[in-house]
């Protein structure tokens, strides 16, 4: 079965990452470009991940993981090598209706992390649903030298209209014209 592509709004959402090493670090990189309400707990931290946590004064607790860890979190993620405690995560997270993510069984994920590409509020995902992460991300590589440099400055006047004007008929023709001007003209 293939994943649902979706964008999720992490406004209300507690996320929490089990793990202090480089797989936490690459799951941390990819959520703190949209939210920082992020909770890390691990035995020891790796210096890239203790910067991260600074930088952006991000909750850590330096301890085992504990089963009640996971009662206050929508989203949790175990980037940790040990198999049994991602599986055990995986069983608590159904009691709770957690999303959960793991590493080495894609089997018990409940979504993936995709390569993605994120210009301002332009994001594209791309997913081989697992098959390949190699060529999603030559596929992100090839795909951001095609985006405009301008990308995030189009979309803010676009942002604009939208604020501006009066939903309807005529605010949709207007900016579906605006955007199809704006893509002949990079002919």
């Not at 992100?140 to 939903?167: A, C, G, H, V």
């Not at 008929?169 to 893509?183: G, S, T, V």
Request: charged share 25%.
């Amino acid at each position: 079965m293939s994943y649902f592509p979706s964008a999720i709004n992490f406004k209300n959402k507690n996320i929490l990452i089990i793990g202090g090493g480089k797989i936490a670090f690459n799951k941390l990189t990819n959520l703190i470009e949209f939210t920082s309400n992020i909770t890390l707990i691990a035995n020891e931290f790796n210096d890239d991940i203790l910067n991260l946590i600074n930088m952006h004064s991000l909750t850590h607790y330096i301890r085992d993981y504990k089963s009640e860890d996971i009662n206050t979190f929508s989203i949790v993620i175990a980037a940790v090598d040990n198999l049994k405690l991602q599986e055990l995560v995986y069983k608590q997270t159904r009691e709770f209706n957690c999303l959960f993510n793991c590493v080495d069984f894609p089997e018990l994920c409940d979504f993936i992390f995709p390569s993605y590409i994120k210009k301002g509020d332009l994001t594209i995902a791309i997913s081989t649903n697992g098959s390949s992460p190699a060529v999603a991300k030559q596929l992100r590589i090839w795909l951001e030298n095609k985006i405009p440099s301008d990308i995030s400055s189009f979309l803010s006047q676009m942002k604009e209209y939208r604020k501006t004007m009066p939903k309807g008929i005529e605010r949709m023709k207007f900016l579906e014209q605006k955007a199809r001007e704006y893509f002949s003209s990079l002919k």
